[in-house]
């Protein structure tokens, strides 16, 4: 005589449901973008500031300032991303997976996007007229950790460096993890407006601070003493070039007993424009 528990059903989901992770680039808006790059180098080139000269004397000597030319280089970089489906696996599955495959993927394209920028934050650029010459980041634009981790001084003395660099205003940006919102929480009264701005940018309520819209990341990375680098930057001090933006396909493989192929790529290259432009702030978390 049979059990009902064979009568028992599973149930199975009818879709696939993605993982916690960042979905897409969090700073392509927040530097400069040229999508008409081709080739495997594009220069971009800068002039100096001038400054004006006073003439003292009747009929004097027009004087000539020469025109400072600079110009930085951004090599292509590309990245593939693939995955395979054999028709046995799709069968086995309620679902088609592929459309989710290409979801994930343009995810992933957007993280590898920020991870480009953020490495170009700090990162050696490249100048001259065939931008061979190496420049390394200006140490005079960082903020030491100090055994800390970020505090209203940090940011404040930040600020200033781009301040006296005579950096715009507007478009100002901060790139930061949640441990450095966090910290913040734990370093102002409770009782300040300070307070309420931070604990406003950690519930979503408003985005700027200290003239600086805030961006909150997991993707920075840690100097050679292990202190965190967070970035405060002008829009126009970084370059994103992109030559091919991320694109998936799907096609059969005849090769692979006719697997689905699920394929995403993407050519793209940062470099800093201008040192002045950006501040690094050294966390101890």
């Not at 969090?26 to 081709?38: A, S």
């Not at 993707?219 to 070039?241: E, V």
């Not at 799907?250 to 201008?274: H, N």
């Amino acid at each position: 005589m049979g059990n009902i528990t064979t009568a028992f059903v599973k149930q199975y989901t009818d879709n696939i449901r993605l993982l916690a992770q960042q979905k897409g680039s969090k700073f392509r808006n927040t530097v400069e973008i040229d999508t008409e790059f081709t080739g495997e180098f594009k220069f971009y080139d800068q002039m100096g500031k001038d400054e004006m000269e006073e003439k003292v004397t009747r009929n004097q000597d027009t004087p000539t300032d020469p025109a400072d030319h600079l110009r930085r280089r951004i090599t292509k970089r590309d990245f593939v991303h693939n995955k395979l489906l054999d028709q046995e696996d799709q069968l086995s599955m309620i679902v088609d997976p592929k459309g989710k495959y290409s979801i994930s993927a343009g995810y992933a394209a957007g993280r590898k996007m920020d991870d480009v920028i953020i490495g170009a934050f700090d990162g050696t650029s490249y100048t001259g007229k065939e931008g061979g010459t190496a420049v390394s980041f200006d140490a005079n634009m960082q903020v030491a950790a100090g055994g800390t981790n970020l505090t209203k001084t940090k940011l404040l003395a930040a600020k200033l460096l781009l301040d006296d660099n005579d950096v715009e205003d507007e478009d100002r940006h901060i790139a930061v993890k949640p441990s450095q919102i966090v910290a913040m929480l734990g370093t102002v009264e409770v009782a300040s407006s300070d307070y309420n701005t931070v604990k406003a940018l950690v519930q979503g309520e408003i985005n700027t601070w200290l003239g600086m819209q805030w961006h909150k990341t997991t993707r920075l990375t840690n100097n050679a003493a292990g202190a965190r680098k967070i970035y405060c930057w002008h829009k126009w001090a970084m370059q994103l070039a992109i030559q091919k933006e991320a694109t998936a396909r799907a096609d059969q493989r005849p090769d692979k007993c006719y697997a689905w192929q699920v394929f995403m790529s993407m050519s793209i290259g940062a470099t800093r424009l201008e040192e002045e432009r950006i501040a690094e702030i050294a966390c101890v978390e």
